[in-house]
């Protein structure tokens, strides 16, 4: 299964970890990212690392562990795609994991409830991706 993730997914993993993390780990996954995942996560890491109650030292592990299964789509890549996905968010944010899941043909796993108002791509809850990765 392909699977264009949304950054709040990448920050649950690392704040709470359990079952977002699990399914991050699941090998039948072929996960990717836009670079700009990286922006966000520079942007949110402290609080980040407030929120995990663990050391920098043990965030920057987890996340170099975690971007080892993430494919990341240089924004480059997505330029063509930008049209398409600005037709499917206001938000200026999303139309990156959008463009990357219409660049991939990938579905998107994102908990944001604005993703789902949109038809085009089919976007999965953290819960739904545990339902649908117990059968992977």
Do not use: H
């Amino acid at each position: 299964m392909q699977v264009t993730i949304d950054a709040n997914i990448l920050f649950a993993a690392l704040i709470k970890g359990g079952e977002t993390r699990r399914v991050l780990a699941n090998p039948e996954l072929r996960l990717f990212a836009p670079a700009f995942i990286f922006v966000e996560l520079l942007k949110y890491k402290l609080e980040i690392l407030k929120k995990s109650n663990g050391s920098e030292d043990e965030l920057n592990y987890l996340i170099a562990l975690l971007l080892k299964n993430i494919s990341l789509v240089d924004d480059g890549n997505l330029v063509p795609f930008i049209p398409a996905a600005q037709t499917l968010t206001n938000d200026t944010k999303d139309i990156y994991y959008f463009a990357c899941a219409l660049y991939k043909n990938t579905i998107i796993w994102s908990n944001d409830k604005e993703f789902k108002k949109q038809k085009r791509i089919r976007i999965f809850t953290t819960d739904e991706m545990i339902k649908e990765t117990d059968y992977l």
